[in-house]
């Protein structure tokens, strides 16, 4: 039997582009509209525009923005060489909109988690993002923001990886069901958000160690086992059903380092937390 053109592989990919290309119409420099909120998005370098790939949603700093992140070259190459896309958020207002935050950086009304949800749904729609392989990441208010999504969002990502940001005091005393895959990197000399919290504003920054504590009394995660990693001395602890949760420690202050992001990247693909 005959083939026609549009059956053939080249013609589905075309096909496919046409019908997505106008519903395309952002990407790193151009905002991807979602309501009154928005994100920007860089598919890997070469994409064929049709191959699935998976996809680091990142979450900024205090008043930083997705079109800033989007000029970290570093970043971009580290999703490339990973062959994902990347994701650049944008909070609400200032601040990320979570529990606890200092009340004049807050926006009233500001739903950051279902803001992810649709994030997650509407880059699926436009861009062949693999739902199965995202790993939510930040960094200081961006790294709170992504605890808080490990603890109320654990099924929206693969895996979580929160770097020089933890919780807004209280601490959660639990977190919703499944247990989570995470890393958690904080430099030993922050002052910034130094590891035993701080006052700030109304409100104060939460413990890391409270907060690492909570989530392996949370998951039933097992004894720590010293390890290293990139420059890093971690500690990882295991759940009874195989979720990873390892605190890495660097020689610094407040900052973090791309191959750090591509290390936890691959460790978290060779522990099988985006599957087969």
């Known amino acids: 039997m005959k083939l026609s053109f549009l059956t053939t592989p080249l013609g589905v990919a075309l096909v496919w582009l046409a019908i997505n290309t106008s519903a ?35 979450a900024h700093g ?29 909070s609400a207002g200032p601040d990320w909109s979570i529990p606890g935050a200092p009340s004049q950086s807050v926006i009233a009304g500001a739903d950051e988690l279902a803001y992810f949800d649709r994030v997650i749904e509407d880059a699926e729609k436009r861009f062949p993002i693999d739902r199965e392989r995202l790993m939510a990441t930040g960094f200081s208010a961006g790294g709170m923001m992504v605890w808080n999504l490990a603890c109320h969002r654990p099924e929206s990502f693969a ?48 413990s890391v160690p409270d907060a690492l504590k909570m989530y392996a009394e949370f998951g039933e995660f097992g004894p720590a086992q010293k390890m290293t990693m990139a420059d890093m001395v971690c500690e990882e602890q295991t759940s009874p059903e195989g979720s990873l949760l390892r605190f890495c420690e660097f020689s610094g202050g407040h900052s973090f380092r791309s191959n750090y992001v591509k290390a936890a990247w691959q460790d978290f693909e060779k522990a099988g937390s985006f599957g087969d």
């Open 24 to 58: 395309h119409a952002c990407g790193p420099d151009t905002d991807c509209q979602i309501g009154d909120r928005y994100y920007r998005i860089r598919m890997p370098e070469g994409h064929d525009g049709v191959t699935r790939v998976g996809a680091i949603v990142f």
């Open 159 to 206: 895996a979580f990886l929160p770097m020089a940001g933890t919780f807004w005091e209280p601490v959660p005393e639990t977190c919703e069901k499944p247990v989570a895959d995470i890393m958690h990197f904080h430099g030993d000399a922050d002052k910034i958000v130094p590891q035993s919290g701080r006052n700030i504003a109304d409100t104060r920054q939460g």
């Open 62 to 90: 205090y008043k930083g923005s997705a079109k800033g992140t989007m000029r970290n070259k570093s970043l971009a190459k580290v999703a490339s060489e990973l062959g994902v896309a990347f994701i650049a958020t944008k």
